[in-house]
């Protein structure tokens, strides 16, 4: 099994749904991370979390919301989603005594009609 | 803000031929700086990486040097294959702490796509 697990790997939605991006690891590393992937933009922080009490906002994180359910579990939420909210989705995770490097899940290819 | 600045793609080469791909950055204080690498329909995974200034990391024949002088970390490979086909970011995380914890962001650069034909 992978180390990182997003589900699904790919959906298709329509504009004003609510969606949720599921992302469970089994790395036991305390920090939890969601980003997306545009073409030509990289990948751009939408939350973080350090442990199950600690969330917080990334650089594009308005429209979005997210759960931490447990330590091994973080979930991305779209509230209503938006085609400008198409693109690949992917969560990484991170173990603080290890110099920052991440491991990340397959991504989520989600598109909005 | 910390940013992450790579060369425009896409690179199209040869294999065997020499890989260089350029990334600068912008940041305060003493960033470590990544190489990640992303297959068709995968993940990223880490390439190399570099935790202070003149280090050099390196992997499957990849190289790259922190240059703290000219704030660089320039990807290079001398003899490209086929599978090195992929899309290459650049990134670097967040060097400012807190009651003693660094947050561990990564900012990446927009990546360049790597084409390498028989």
């Known amino acids: 099994d992978a180390d990182v697990t997003q589900t699904p790997r790919n959906r298709i939605t329509k504009t004003g749904k609510r969606i949720m991006l599921e992302c469970s690891q089994t790395k036991g590393h305390d920090r939890m991370y969601w980003y997306r992937q545009d073409p030509g933009l990289g990948l751009r922080l939408i939350y973080y979390?350090?442990?199950?009490?600690?969330?917080n906002k990334g650089e594009i994180s308005d429209g979005y919301s997210v759960s931490r359910q447990a330590q091994a579990k973080f979930s991305l939420s779209l509230e209503s989603a938006i085609p400008n909210q198409t693109a690949l989705y992917f969560c990484a995770t991170s173990d603080y005594t290890i110099p920052y490097g991440y491991t990340f899940g397959s991504g989520t290819r989600l598109t909005v009609v | 803000g910390d940013s992450v600045t790579q060369m425009e793609g896409p690179v199209t080469l040869s294999e065997e031929a020499f890989l260089t791909i350029n990334c600068t950055y912008t940041a305060t204080g003493y960033p470590s700086l990544f190489w990640y690498v992303q297959y068709p329909g995968e993940g990223l995974q880490l390439l190399l990486k570099a935790t202070k200034a003149d280090d050099k990391g390196s992997n499957k024949g990849f190289e790259a040097t922190y240059r703290k002088e000219t704030t660089s970390f320039h990807l290079e490979k001398g003899s490209v294959q086929v599978s090195d086909s992929a899309v290459y970011f650049c990134a670097l995380s967040d060097s400012q702490f807190a009651g003693g914890t660094s947050y561990g962001k990564l900012t990446f650069g927009q990546g360049t796509i790597l084409t390498v034909h028989p």
């Open positions: 979390s350090f442990d199950v009490k600690d969330i």
